[in-house]
């Protein structure tokens, strides 16, 4: 054991960190003040856990953590936070836009993977692919076919004119008769000799009508008389038309046709081309739909991540001794906001004079009277981190000692800062 003299030895954080925000922002919230603790957030098993992508237990088909669950998940460490409302309205947007496609099509790849082998495998007789060949087949023999004809009638060269004719013809006729007959019938009345007429007036006279005067026979005859008509009428009308039409424009029809039929191949060709390739991932489709998903699923975990980072949290735990920012204030991406240190383990700094050479991982015993006050004296040890020699002094060595810094209580025994009283410290080196 060699005893060193103390020069000058100060006690420093063995972690601290600088927390700061990776986007621009303003700080929304500020739950840290200086002297607060902080509790330390496990950033890779979180990072883990959003890119296995867990689906929530009540419902398989959505996605976990949307901004309220990670705000929730969070919230023991969270120590700022910037305004973020858009990065919580894109998460929770590709969530649902997420669910939508695991509702139309990633819920159900084996039908999918079923029902495009039936309708896209070359294996398939009813397939696309057989039904294109079968397609070309049929336009080679429709070509075919119509340069045998053109050439039986001779009509491989040019045709000056066409010709097109219209021929109509409208015919209409008609009958009408009418028959009507009218009858009137007389009516002959007789009132008989002796027949008292009562009533008339005072010396005869004449009752309207009649023509009578006294008693007497009377009698009234009316005459009954027939007409008839009859009317007839008739018609017919006919029309005849014809249009012919002529066309001076010259045509080829034999190789207009030809020129369709390659035409034709040339499109069946191209879609025949496409629907090989479409069909070159057949064998591997529940892989590639798995792959698909995952590629959304990424694009989620994306956005998880720039939602989690304008959440201020600290990897380590520690105490507040800084806070740069208020609420309001404009953040730039990388500036401090808050310092966190962490004192249950420290650094010591010293530099000594010692006689003999220091390894690291030498174990280092400070004895000292804290704050030059009386009572018994204070024992710290720890071991060797780093040490390196002054080239002026080949006795004098700069030495960094980590040693716990908790009492049997759990509070600090040296605060951060801490310089030593050389006259009431020694150090001790094994």
């Known amino acids: 054991m060699g005893t060193a003299k103390v020069v000058s030895l100060s006690v420093r954080p063995f972690q601290v960190t600088h927390l700061c925000f990776e ?93 495009m082998n039936l309708y896209y495998s070359p294996a398939t007789a009813t397939s696309k692919p057989n039904r294109l060949a079968r397609l070309a087949f049929l336009s080679q023999v429709q070509a075919d076919e119509l340069s045998l004809a053109y050439t039986a009638d001779g009509r491989t060269g040019v045709v000056r004119n066409t010709t097109s004719s219209i021929s109509s013809f409208t015919a209409s006729g008609g009958d009408l008769t009418e028959t009507g007959q009218t009858n009137d019938q007389s009516l002959g009345t007789t009132v008989g000799t002796g027949v008292k007429l009562h009533n008339l007036p005072p010396g005869g ?13 009377v009698s009234d005859n009316f005459q009954e008389s027939t007409n008839s008509s009859t009317t007839q009428s008739s018609g017919w009308a006919s029309q005849r038309e014809g249009i012919l039409n002529t066309d001076y424009a010259y045509r080829v029809p034999y190789w207009e046709s030809e020129a369709q039929n390659q035409r034709a191949q040339i499109s069946l060709i191209d879609e025949q081309f496409s629907q090989y390739m479409s069909t070159l991932n057949l064998p591997f489709l529940p892989r590639v739909l798995l792959n698909e998903l995952n ?39 990388g500036e401090p906001v808050i310092r966190v240190e962490d004192s249950s383990t420290i650094l010591l700094v010293a530099n000594i004079v010692h006689r003999d050479p220091i390894a690291v991982g030498a174990t280092v015993t400070v ?6 006050g009386a009572g018994a004296p204070t024992l710290l040890s720890g071991n060797v981190v780093a040490v390196r020699g002054r080239a002026e002094d080949d006795e004098q060595w700069e030495v960094v000692a980590k040693c716990g810094n908790l009492d049997g209580a759990g509070k600090p025994i040296f605060p951060l800062g801490y310089h030593f009283d050389y006259d009431d410290t020694s150090v001790s080196i094994v």
């Open 295 to 333: 590629s959304i699923d990424g694009d989620v975990f994306r956005l998880q991540i720039a939602y989690l980072n304008t959440i201020l949290m600290s990897p380590i735990a520690g105490t507040v001794t800084g806070v740069y920012k208020q609420p309001g204030d404009a953040v730039k991406a």
């Open 205 to 217: 006279g004449t009752i309207a009508g009649w023509g009578f005067t006294g008693d007497g026979p």
């Open 23 to 115: 986007a621009d922002g303003i700080l929304g919230q500020l739950n840290a003040e200086l002297g607060s603790a902080a509790v330390a957030f496990n950033f890779a098993g979180f990072y883990a856990t959003l890119g296995a992508m867990p689906p929530s237990a009540s419902d398989p088909t959505r996605l976990n953590y949307n901004f309220l669950e990670i705000q929730a998940f969070t919230a023991p460490s969270t120590l700022a936070s910037l305004r973020a409302e858009p990065n919580k309205a894109a998460l929770n947007k590709a969530i649902n836009a997420r669910q939508n496609a695991w509702f139309a099509k990633y819920g159900h790849i084996t039908a999918i993977v079923n029902r």
């Open 367 to 372: 004895t000292t009277q804290l704050f030059g």
